[in-house]
Nanobody, 122 residues
Framework: QVQLVESGGGLVQAGGSLRLSCAAS????????MGWFRQGPGKEREFVAA????????YYADSVKGRFTISRDNAKNTVYLQMSSLKSEDTAVYYC???????????????WGNGTLVTVSL
């Protein structure tokens, strides 16, 4: 069982930056591929970014490519999402998720956090 706790959300002006963190419990964090997803107002949850167990491979939605960076620190059981050049359409609840496999495949994630709200003001 993995428990995920997100932090770092808040209110930021358009064009600004924010870094989200996701702390994971358990001893096997380094065995999990990790991802960030988001759900905006009135929208379905969507994929944002993912990272393989070692950090060697990363994946991004086209909408955030070049603006967001996912990274992880296996020694700290933490995954990060650095967000820059934020836009109003980035406003959403951001969820951290873990997959019970080392490599991200685009299929379902097995564990989810409760989310952290990011609001981008104009």
């Amino acid at each position: 069982q993995v428990q995920l706790v997100e932090s770092g959300g808040g209110l930021v002006q358009a064009g600004g930056s924010l870094r989200l963190s996701c702390a994971a419990s358990g001893r096997t964090f380094s065995s999990y591929a990790m991802g960030w997803f988001r759900q905006g107002p009135g929208k379905e949850r969507e994929f944002v970014a993912a990272i393989d167990w070692s950090g060697g491979s990363t994946y991004y939605a086209d909408s955030v490519k070049g603006r967001f960076t996912i990274s992880r620190d296996n020694a700290k059981n933490t995954v990060y999402l650095q967000m820059s050049s934020l836009k109003s359409e980035d406003t959403a609840v951001y969820y951290c998720a873990a997959a019970s496999r080392k490599y991200y495949s685009g299929s379902g994630m097995n564990y989810w956090g409760n989310g952290t709200l990011v609001t981008v003001s104009l």
